[in-house]
């Protein structure tokens, strides 16, 4: 079971409190009415289902109730960073290059 | 003497306790401290199981929980848990023990034929023998192959037993208690860390407890092992737990334990758990599991009596048996020397030590020397004899080009060693990546994934004084790590048990008939050489596609015992070095592990949830059946004496149209919308318009998710501008509440509105039918209920018998309705109250079947049943509840989307049956013809189907290829006796224009 870090709770939570929302920065167009059949067909259905590093929403349902984003490594399995929502993609890259640093210095 | 193969002294047994048990029904006796293995080889009972797959006699192999021959099934409160290693289960008083896989009886067992046909059960034989015809598998060739293959038999009775569950966090977990484990938790405790110290054995202590006269500070090994576990046990930060398996190995250092507390305890206390399981969160992990010995691939090398070296000094010196009289040691590598010595020293004859290496060592051969021992050099065995037990072994001499014959020995029992293979399993677990360590002969933990590290054996560290300080320096280091501590502790200083040499991999070389022999592989899944070498034959080129093929690897020890030799053959077949081969990975469960740990508390009431409603005692007392509806009971429907379910139906839908039903609908779920911007916010979420909506009114509201597909409905009422009391259907209460904190949390933080879910607060009971205000009436003031000031579609605030409450003018029904919304406490009293009043009226309670058919008359939908998540408003013929001056809602955008606007969708339409007395079966086909070819699509299907009383008549719904456009056709419903003819009419089935709703 993981551990999850709820930034609004600040705390590390089994997994159990927590449900995963699916790729992050997927915002709903402000507009949708003025969005061609194949940007809204974009909006529903395409994900980058990245095998490595990916930005994923996370919900502490079973505690604050917040979503957070979180960049998970969906080959490990482990959390790079977690972030209120709203705050800014990180750069994915230097996310990576960081944790592969700290896996060769072990 | 009782038991003749008993040593005179030594080991770790109590030899003043006798302790009687049985196996297959024969009273023997053994001793405190023993395994059912160790009694039973000192009842000189060498045969205990029969193989997998070819039935043939097997023996004790092992000491330990790789165990793949002696599975046993025990006894116990008149049931029977099968597939026990018997290394592994402890003797008790009364233990009664059977073997398994064997019929009629494990001497004489008549399965053994397999053995003779095993020409026919080649690798791979499910995939290439049974494949037609396809009828077969089901009848004929399954049933066989179960009966005849395969172990034990499951328990018939549910588990009586109770099993805990634990939460427990660490800084150092050390997994292994031998001369590793035992170290590197001294190390680590000696900082302060808080540290568990587990082992899957009886007795701490691990490999140590075998020694026989290796010492440690001088004191002889199992001594100083019982003298430092009494130490560690007495620190308040360390917790050891024998009787304790680390079965799986999860991510961030999550590992779960399972611990046995009562399988060897004769009465056990029936207040204790039968096991625990713990879920311990570790800052760091040393593993600490050794090394497991590798049998030899030689012909005939399953024979019972032949083991391996080690267990044989095990059983020797940690239980005091002698695993035979006169015993024959065949070794690749120098401990098993050690064994041979051992039992020299005991008295046991040694047949001859034969080793396949040209040189061991000359400092063995002269130990060998001064004990008199026969050594043979450069020497295979290169088969053996004895049915139930080994009785001689053929002995070949390695020469250039082959192997020639060196006679026979005779013998009652035959240790062998391939060399050791350091256990791997957990660091696997732990998705670190073994590589190949020439100098160990092995494959080696690489780098560590997660916080963890490997000490001793089980990473190629060999030797009792190299073990001991991998241990100590490991110990240091995870404690460091874990909370930044150091302690200097002095090194215990260790005497004998060194490392040794050699070892070898893969078939030995001999002289006999190959196509005649068989020498196994893997033990448990009966997989031989042969077999590993006719995968690669067809074609298995990966390691992967031969472990299944052949199944090698695939028993309940996952390969730690074969894997090696395995690679080994199919690497020289493949003629590839092993390390192009590959290892398969170790997964979770290290050992076989009961479901009951898992299940462990949630079963019977406490399996999932159950949720009732405050009518719930009321429908116990008078009989009504109950409806699961997700996690809630619901009443279905209260048939009075005579009646089956269809008259009680009939009668409650009839009563309910001509006077008055009372009906719980308490799980509706409700979330309550509040803030200066909730009508924008609903505005948003639903497809209809709310700013409009007057105070005081309701509306039913439609929910679509953003593809434009029907997600939820229900009645939406506004209490005041800043508030509304949404309901939603019972089952998506919970997913409709999350949808829209979603879309609130990260679409439009600016919008000022909280959502509160409300479903357990209220209470609710709705009364229908034409009687309902009469019933109602007398309980509720503050509340003008005439038709004028409380029409169809209202909602205010209230009491009923002076408690608050919200009273909505509703119907789900086309009666006239209301339903009462009230706190959870007072739900019971206003079932009661309403349940008595509506007797004076003539009133009946009804359940969630009449509900379901008087919404059917109306032709009202129910999500999930009209609805599959692909049905749009426009196809369920609800475009009416559609904002169209709205600029956005969720769904909108979707709803443009070609497909959905694109003709030949299916659409909601009324079925009448020719024949009105026939009732559809729901999910049932629609076609246009009664007989179509083979391969036609359907037009559509039956979403609902009943009788109703108020049409006289069988009514349908359903969704039908561009149905609206079909109305007045006939279509068919095909079923097994024939097809059903029906007419397409719209879906409203009774009260078109809506009259008694407004009454
Ligand atoms: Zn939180």
Known sequence: MLLIHCPYCGVDRPELEFRCGGEAHIARPLHPSATTDEEWEAFLYLRTNVKGIYAERWRHIHGCGRFFNAVRDTVSDKFLTVYKAGEPKPDLDALARDAQKGETGK | MSQPFRTEKGGRIDRAAEISFTFDGEGMTGHGGDTLASALLANGVHLVGRSFKYHRPRGILTAGSEEPN??????????????????????????????????????????????????????????????????????????????????????????????????????????????????????????????????????????????GSATIDGKLAPDWAGETIAALGAKD????????????????????????????????????????????????????????ERPMVFPENDRPGIMLADAGRTYLNRYGVKVGHKVLVATACDTAWQAAFDLADHGVEIAAIADMRPNP?????????????????????????????????????????????????????????GGWTPTVSLYSQSRGKVV??????????????QNERSAGACRGVYGLAATLEDGYAAGEAAAKAATGKTAALARASSNGADAGTGGVLGTLPHDRNASKVKAFVDYQNDVTAKDVKLAVREGMHSIEHIKRYTTTGMATDQGRLSNLNALQIAADALEKPLIDVGLTTFRQPYTPTTFGIFANVSRGDFFDPVRKTPSHGFVEEKGGAFEDVGQWKRAWYFAESGEDMHAAVARECEVVRKSVGLFDASTLG???????????????????????LAPGRCRYGLMLNDAGFIIDDGVIGRLADDRFHVTTTTGGAAHVFATMEDYLQTEWPDLDVWITSTTEQYAVAALQGPKAREVIAPYIDGIDLSAEAFPHMSVATGTFNGVPCRLFRISFTGELGFEVNVHRRHGKMVWDTLSTEIEKHDGVVYG?????VLRADKGYIIVGQETDGTVTPDDAGLTWAIGKKKPDFVGKRGLARPDLVAGGRKQLVGLLTKDPKIVLEEGAQVT??????????????????????AAGRSIAMALVKDGRSLKGETLNIPMPAGAIAVEVVDPVFYDKDGARLNG
């Open chain 2, 848 to 852: 969630t079947e009449t509900m379901h």
């Open chain 2, 670 to 692: 409700k979330i309550e919308v509040v803030g200066p911007d909730a009508a924008e916010f609903l505005e948003r979420m639903y497809t209809n318009p709310w700013k409009k």
């Open chain 2, 70 to 211: 002696a599975l046993v099934g025990i006894y116990r409160n008149g049931d029977q848990t099968p597939n026990l290693r018997a290394t592994q289960v402890e003797l008790y008083g009364g233990l009664e023990a059977i073997s398994q896989n064997r019929f009629p009886a494990l001497g004489l067992d008549v399965g053994a034929v397999n053995d003779l046909m095993s020409p026919f059960f080649p690798a791979g034989f499910y995939y290439k023998t049974f494949k037609w015809p396809k009828a077969f598998w089901d009848r004929v060739y399954e049933p066989v192959i179960r009966a005849a293959a395969g172990l034990g038999k499951p328990p018939k009775n549910p588990d009586h037993d109770r099993y805990g569950n634990l939460y427990a966090h660490c800084d150092v977990l050390v997994i292994g208690s031998g001369p590793a484990g035992l170290a590197a938790a001294l190390a680590a405790a000696e900082t302060g860390a808080r540290v568990i110290l587990c082992d899957e054995q009886a007795e701490l202590g691990g490999s140590l407890l075998s020694e």
């Open chain 2, 361 to 417: 060592p000359d400092a063995l051969q002269a130990i060998a020397q001064a004990r008199g021992l026969r050594v043979e050099t450069g020497c295979v065995v290169t088969g053996t004899n004895g049915r139930k037990r080994v009785k001689s072994a053929l002995l070949g001499r390695i020469v250039e080009g082959g192997v020639t014959s060196a006679g026979d020995v005779a013998c009652d029992a035959l240790l062998m060693s």
């Open chain 2, 237 to 292: 930060n360390v917790t050891l737990l024998a009787r304790t398996t680390a079965f799986g190995y999860f991510a961030q250092n999550f590992v779960a334990l399972a611990e046995r507390l009562t399988d060897h305890i004769s009465e056990p206390d029936p207040n204790v758990p039968r096991e625990r399981l713990w879920q311990v969160r570790a800052r760091e992990v040393v593993i600490a599991a050794g090394a497991l």
């Open chain 2, 928 to 949: 246009k013809l009664a007989k179509p070819p083979a391969g036609t699509p359907a037009e559509g299907h039956v979403t609902s189907a009943y009788f109703s009383p």
């Open chain 2, 436 to 449: 190949w360590d020439e100098a160990v002969g092995a494959f080696v933990p690489g780098v560590s994934v």
